[in-house]
């Protein structure tokens, strides 16, 4: 790993435009959304913002529904007890996992150009990763008795059944959400030292600085700083890693035809990371045209975004094919029965469009063309988002509706409430994320800054 300016210049790129090569435009691009809220129309983040919240309404009113009537709103039956609600937290989980996993393994890399989307990246961890909690619990059935996943003290002495899965993804969860929430936390205090001093207003100079926590920018703070944040990093990256294992052990460890495999949690590892990268990329076109950062987040971002999404679809190509050859190679008729159901059962469209969206699509990128257009890009991300969705629904559905016994065969209807409280979930990320929008800086000053400085002595 070298960190010298000679590094950046054997890159033979510049992440930052000519429009934005300076300090001073780089702290103004950033904090003026937040300092000089007069100079910026938020018509669009206003339409956003109502749009956002009604869906969060149809989420509110969906749960309560769902605590009032219990889980037999859903589509759910004596088979497919999972249905949509495990789905939807495998899927968010996923993307929440993958946000501090960029910005920890390209800051390990010395990858520089992560200075324009670390901050949106983590930030979307948080959200993603808070919103997988709920369903679990939502699930439950008696998700009012949730905190005994918990191990506390009481009167019967009883404790948590630590071989069920569900204790694995509470702990799981909550040690990741906690790291996040650190990790991004202190990542923010230097640019909120930042606006704190170019505040006007009393108001704005207070909020900043009781969030800057007394920064300075002295040197001894930087050198704790840059210590802590590489150590940070340095936990991150396994704690991710066996964060999306242990959700794929929830099935591996299971007996169920299709999911008792040792790929499984490499596999959901590489697919989180490929959902999540397909969100940052949808994230990053939103940022930096609602807030008017083409000179930080440039069209070189979304390149070698691209190549990254392309590498992960080549993997889960492979992680397919391997699944399938382990079902024929290995002569087990359930997991040959339950391939077949794959391609020919009741899912089967669903299935080839995940093929479809997860190994075809990011074929595209093969051609710089398509790398380069913003437009084609989000595109695909979008339809990989979609992929991933229904590779998780598809996980669920088939090994559940086709498992050893064909008299418990059954298929899984969702009904309105399944789909109200999945769109409903993307209303409240959408609303979280635009609230983040007008409270802080949505790129990392000082990081994007730091890049300016390297390719300034190049």
């Not at 033979?12 to 934005?20: H, I, N, S």
């Not at 669009?44 to 219990?70: E, H, K, N, P, Y």
């Not at 150009?113 to 901050?119: E, F, K, L, P, T």
């Amino acid at each position: 790993m070298n960190d010298t300016p000679r590094s950046i210049a054997s890159q033979d790129e510049r992440w930052v435009l000519p429009q934005g090569r300076s300090y001073e435009t780089i702290t103004d691009l950033v904090s003026a959304p937040l300092l000089e809220r007069q100079r910026w129309s938020w018509r669009a983040w206003r339409i956003a913002f109502v749009a956002s919240l009604l869906l969060t309404g149809l989420m509110l009113v969906s749960a309560s529904w769902l605590l009032a009537q219990g889980i037999g709103v859903w589509g759910v039956n004596t088979t497919v007890v999972w249905g949509f609600a495990i789905a939807n937290y495998v899927w968010w989980i996923g993307i929440g996992n993958a946000g501090t996993l960029i910005s920890a393994m390209l800051l390990l890399m010395r990858q520089h150009w992560r200075a324009s989307i670390n901050r949106f990246a983590e930030a979307m961890t948080l959200f993603a990763a808070g919103i997988a909690g709920l369903f679990p619990i939502l699930h439950l059935g008696r998700p009012l008795y949730f905190y005994w996943l918990t191990p506390y003290p009481n009167t019967m002495a009883l404790w948590p059944q630590w071989r069920s899965a569900l204790i694995w993804d509470f702990w799981a969860i909550l040690s990741y959400i906690l790291f996040s929430i650190l990790f991004w936390y202190v990542g923010l205090i230097p640019d909120f030292a930042c606006l704190r001093d170019r505040a006007r207003s009393e108001k704005s100079r207070s909020r900043f600085g009781a969030l800057a926590l007394g920064w300075r920018g002295s040197a001894r703070q930087w050198r704790l700083y840059h210590i802590y944040h590489m150590t940070m990093a340095c936990l991150g990256v396994p704690l991710v890693v066996s964060l999306h294992s242990v959700v794929g052990l929830d099935f591996a460890a299971s007996l169920m035809p299709g999911w008792s495999e040792t790929i499984f949690p490499p596999y959901f590892v590489v697919g989180a990371m490929y959902s999540g990268f397909a969100m940052v990329v949808v994230l990053a076109a939103a940022v930096r045209w609602g807030f008017r950062l083409q000179a930080i987040i440039t069209i070189d971002h979304f390149d070698v975004m691209a190549k990254i999404m392309l590498a992960a679809s080549m993997i889960m190509s492979a992680s397919y094919l391997t699944e399938w050859f382990a079902a024929w190679y290995g002569g087990d008729p359930n997991e040959r029965s339950l391939v077949r159901f794959e391609f020919l059962g009741d899912y089967r469209v669903l299935y080839y469009l995940m093929l479809f969206c997860n190994c075809v699509v990011a074929q595209a990128f093969w051609a710089r063309a398509a790398r380069r257009s913003i437009l084609a890009v989000v595109i695909v991300a979008i339809l990989i988002n979609i992929g991933m969705w229904l590779e998780r629904i598809t996980i669920v559905w088939n090994t559940l509706s086709h498992d050893y016994a064909a008299s418990m065969w059954r298929v899984f209807h969702p009904t309105f409430w399944d789909y109200s409280l999945m769109f409903g979930s993307l209303g409240l990320f959408a609303l979280l994320y635009l609230t983040l929008c007008r409270m802080a800086p949505i790129v990392s000053i000082h990081e994007t800054r730091h890049l300016l400085s390297l390719e300034k002595q190049t």
